[in-house]
């Protein structure tokens, strides 16, 4: 966290403790009353921001995008927990977190391809 943002700490993790006991969300839904990791980090900052968002949703995707077919381990995934495939549904991941201005990156786990 960028230190002009880190007031933003304290209510984040105040939020994240209410959240003690909620089920996983499994289908990474953000309209339902479950949490997956990310999900959780990004309520749990907007709510210390006035509820202005510091990180951006994006249309998740499942799929290969060199092949634009699902990748088997999602198809699997999804049929076992009897849902359709969230395909294009708002949401975020780790890496699409890291690219927000309120954070720096303070070290590289190797370089990724492409």
Partial sequence: MKEQHQN???????????????????VF???NNKYYCSELIYDSF?????????FELQKMTYKDPATNKTFPNWDDY?????????????GLNPGGMSKSKYL??????GIPEG
Avoid at 46 to 54: D, S, T
Avoid at 78 to 90: C, D, Q, R, S, Y
Wanted: hydrophobic share 40%.
């Fill in 8 to 26: 933003l700490l304290k209510k984040a993790i105040e939020f994240s403790k209410t959240k003690l006991g909620l089920a996983y969300d499994e």
């Fill in 78 to 90: 999804f049929k076992k927990l009897g849902v359709a495939i969230p395909e294009g549904n708002p």
């Fill in 46 to 54: 907007k709510f210390a921001n006035e509820n202005k968002p510091i």
């Fill in 29 to 31: 839904d953000i309209t």
């Fill in 104 to 109: 720096d990156i303070v070290h590289f786990y």
